[in-house]
């Protein structure tokens, strides 16, 4: 929780480099404020697990991973769902999304889960290659459509 500003810091970081996508670049004016309070709320769940990367004392990379219900009719009953994924730019290609990643699979594991699922922007050539070299394939599209 004593780390719940610098984790909303880097959400709203992981936004600004999507300013270019149609729907993660429609930021709300009061987003940094928000980024906080929804942060803090997410650590509070039981369900859910952040997980910090530091360098130092510096927090400078973090993923979210939630024990999520699965469709009612279909197995699994419950997976495990990454999001908030962020490496600020200086330590990138160091292996640090590879630990935070092994830090999930740990959690996700330990309680029960045998699947883990993400969504990534189509438009993010570093997310492509990252989940491509994690082992994540693409089992879905999101298509969006203004009326
Ligand atoms: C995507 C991101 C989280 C990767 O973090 P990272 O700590 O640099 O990743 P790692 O060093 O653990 O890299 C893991 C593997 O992903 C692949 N990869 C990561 N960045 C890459 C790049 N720029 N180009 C090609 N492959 C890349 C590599 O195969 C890498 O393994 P290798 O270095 O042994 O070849 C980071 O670039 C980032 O925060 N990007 C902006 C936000 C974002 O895209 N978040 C994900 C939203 S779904």
New binding site residues.
């Given amino acids: 929780m004593a780390d719940a500003e610098r984790i909303a810091e880097l959400r709203l970081a992981?936004l600004g480099?999507h300013s270019s996508n149609a729907i993660y670049s429609r930021l709300r004016r009061d987003a940094p404020s928000r980024a906080i309070e929804l942060t803090r709320d997410q650590l509070a769940r039981e369900h859910e697990a952040m997980f910090v990367a530091t360098k130092g004392q510096r927090v400078v990379?973090v993923l979210r991973c939630i024990d999520q219900r699965g469709h009612r009719l279909l197995r699994p009953a419950r997976f495990a769902l990454i999001s908030t994924?962020?490496?600020e730019p200086a330590?990138?290609?160091?292996?640090?999304?590879?630990s935070l990643m092994e830090a999930a699979v740990g959690w996700s594991r330990e309680r029960g889960l045998t699947e883990m699922r993400?969504?990534?922007?189509i438009d993010?050539p570093?997310?492509l290659?990252?989940?491509d070299?994690?082992g994540f394939r693409v089992v879905e599209q999101i298509r969006l459509r203004p009326i």
Avoid: D, H, I, K
Avoid at 91 to 98: D, S
């Fill in positions: 992981l480099e990379g994924v962020y490496v330590v990138r290609r160091q292996g640090v999304l590879r993400l969504q990534n922007a993010n570093l997310a290659a990252a989940w070299a994690l």
